[in-house]
C-alpha cells in the first residue's frame, strides 16, 4: 500500500536559517504529493502541492520539487521565521482531491528567535 | 465562507458512552473525509465521501465506529460504545473532487474517553 515517510524532530534552528524537511514515498503509480502544516490547536493547511514529476510546489518561500527516481519531495526554505513554527506532514493522494491523503507522521519544526 | 465546521471542538466521555461527532463541509464540496490523530499512529483516513456516498471505510478500526452524510451539508462520526483507546483528534477535510483538488481540514474535535 501507499506509504510516507519523514523525519520526525522536533527540529529546532535559529531564525534565517535554511531549513530541509526529507520526505520520501512508497506508492504504485503516479501519486500526487502535498505538505500540509498544522499550527498549534488548529486543522491542517495546504502549503503547496505537486501532481507530476519534476514539478516544484511553491508558496510562502517554502520549496519542494517531486523527484520520481529517488522517490521523495524534500521540503526546503531558505530562510526560517519565528512564525514558521508548526508540525509539517508530507502526504499523498493517489487520485488528486477525490481519494484520502496518505499522511507522514509530521515534523515538529522549532524556530528560536 | 467559514470554512469546514466540527462539533464538539472538545469532548470528554466516560468508557462505553456513545459519542457523535459532527462537521460541516464547505458549501460546493463533492468529497468529505474523516480523519483521526493519535500520537501513535499519526494522522489516518477512517472514511470518505463522494457525493454523499461512502466510498472507503476500509480505515475504520472497528465496528464499533460508523459514519453517515445524509445530505451534502452534515456528516456524522460515531462510536458506540467509546474506549480510552478512542481517545484523538478527530478531523473532518472536505474538497471539491476530481483530480488535484485541495482538502480543507476543520479544526477538529479533541475526543478524551476516561
Known amino acids: 500500500g501507499n506509504s510516507v515517510t519523514q523525519m520526525e524532530g522536533p527540529v529546532t534552528l535559529s531564525e534565517e536559517a535554511f531549513l530541509t524537511i526529507n520526505c520520501t514515498y512508497t506508492?504504485?503509480?503516479?501519486?500526487?504529493l502535498f505538505w500540509y502544516v498544522q499550527y498549534p490547536g488548529e486543522g491542517l493547511q495546504l502549503l503547496l502541492k505537486?501532481?507530476?514529476?519534476?514539478d516544484k510546489g511553491s508558496n510562502k518561500g517554502f520549496e519542494a520539487t517531486y523527484r520520481k527516481e529517488t522517490t521523495s519531495f524534500h521540503l526546503e526554505k531558505g530562510s526560517v521565521q519565528v512564525s514558521d513554527s508548526a508540525v509539517y506532514f508530507c502526504?499523498?493522494?493517489?487520485?488528486?482531491?477525490?481519494?484520502?491523503?496518505?499522511f507522514g507522521k509530521g515534523t515538529h519544526l522549532i524556530i528560536q528567535p | 465562507d467559514a470554512g469546514v465546521i466540527q462539533s464538539p471542538r472538545h469532548e470528554v466521555t466516560e468508557m462505553g458512552q456513545e459519542v457523535t461527532l459532527r462537521c460541516k463541509p464547505i458549501s460546493g464540496h463533492n468529497s468529505l473525509f474523516w480523519y483521526r490523530q493519535t500520537m501513535m499512529r499519526g494522522l489516518e483516513l477512517l472514511i470518505y465521501f463522494n457525493n454523499n456516498v461512502p466510498i472507503d471505510d476500509s480505515g475504520m478500526p472497528e465496528d464499533r465506529f460508523s459514519a453517515k452524510m445524509p445530505n451534502a451539508s452534515f456528516s456524522t462520526l460515531k462510536i458506540q460504545p467509546s474506549e480510552p483507546r478512542d481517545s484523538a483528534v478527530y478531523f473532518c477535510?472536505?474538497?471539491?473532487?476530481?483530480?488535484?483538488?485541495?482538502?480543507?481540514f476543520g479544526q477538529g474535535t479533541r475526543l478524551t474517553v476516561v
Open positions: 505537486a501532481t507530476k514529476a519534476d
Open positions: 506508492a504504485t503509480g503516479y501519486p500526487s
Open positions: 502526504a499523498l493522494t493517489k487520485g488528486g482531491g477525490a481519494d484520502g491523503l496518505t
Open positions: 477535510a472536505s474538497s471539491l473532487g476530481g483530480y488535484d483538488t485541495e482538502a480543507f
